[in-house]
């Protein structure tokens, strides 16, 4: 059984460091890369909305974003975040992919 691990982060500095496992749950690679959680999305969809209040170009939202790694956004919400700006999906993978990266 392929499991995933939910760990208990702290900000040091500039990156998150893992305290402790939280949780161990069954990975489904079937809902991999689709499912998203919708109250991370609002606060992203407030920032989506600033952004075009104040007409700053669509990517402008990343780099808000990345100012916010407590945010843990998973490659699900970074999908929709592309869907929802209208970028391909691939847009998402590749910042979550950069997010991924940045955290280490």
């Given at each position: 059984m392929v499991v995933k691990f939910i760990f208990e982060t702290e900000k040091s500095g500039n990156s998150l460091k893992r305290l402790k496992v939280v949780e161990i749950v069954p990975a489904n690679f079937a809902e991999f890369g689709t499912v998203y959680d919708e109250r991370k999305l609002y606060i992203v969809q407030q920032l989506i909305d600033l952004g075009e209040l104040q007409r700053y170009q669509k990517g402008w939202?990343?780099?808000?974003?990345?100012?916010?790694?407590?945010?843990?956004l998973s490659l699900g919400d970074w999908r929709e975040i592309a869907r929802r700006l209208g970028y391909k999906a691939g847009w998402g993978w590749y910042k979550w992919k950069e997010m991924l990266s940045r955290a280490r």
């Open positions: 939202i990343y780099h808000q974003l990345k100012e916010l790694p407590e945010l843990e």
